[in-house]
């Protein structure tokens, strides 16, 4: 039997959020990004993705079975990972405007801010609904989503 290879993740320039591609609300979520990230400074992978996979597997900090929202940035070294809230207000500070303010969350004690994203990520499904598949990007969205 051969042994198949660990899938790679493609060398990061920018920050990548990584995103539950069959949740409605995080559907939302990144047309929503797309849109208030006018500098296109973001790029976008399906947790159920090969680029996902790739990252999950280099860094064993990460919970088993995450389906947050996780933020990924390069950071000369290698690559820093945020989830939860966290991941939330790491994104807003990279976005223009006044969504920049949202970042400014972050100050709050951590255990607090997770669990208003847990109580929250915990209804998603009931209440925007869970996909069949991923959506498939628009043509002038591809060059932002990785496998």
């Known amino acids: 039997m051969v042994a198949t290879p660990p899938p790679t993740a493609p060398t990061l320039t920018g920050p990548l959020v990584l995103y539950d591609?069959?949740?409605?609300?995080?559907?939302a979520s990144v047309q929503w990004i797309l849109r208030a990230d006018t500098s296109a400074r973001f790029r976008f992978a399906a947790l159920q993705g090969e680029t996902a996979a790739a990252i999950l597997a280099r860094h064993p900090e990460i919970?088993?079975?995450?389906?947050?929202?996780?933020?990924?940035?390069?950071?000369?070294t290698g690559e820093r990972v945020s989830w939860h809230s966290t991941?939330?207000?790491?994104?807003?500070?990279?976005?223009?405007?006044?969504?920049?303010?949202?970042s400014w969350l972050g100050i709050l004690p951590r255990f607090l801010t997770d669990l208003g994203y847990k109580l929250f990520a915990?209804?998603?499904?009931?209440?925007?609904?869970?996909?069949?598949?991923?959506r498939i990007p628009s043509p002038g969205e591809r060059a932002r989503f990785l496998p």
């Open 63 to 76: 919970p088993q079975g995450i389906d947050s929202i996780l933020l990924v940035e390069p950071d000369g």
């Open 21 to 27: 591609g069959l949740c409605g609300f995080c559907d």
């Open 122 to 134: 915990r209804l998603r499904y009931y209440v925007w609904g869970r996909r069949e598949s991923c």
């Open 87 to 102: 991941a939330i207000f790491r994104l807003c500070a990279g976005l223009p405007g006044a969504w920049r303010a949202l």
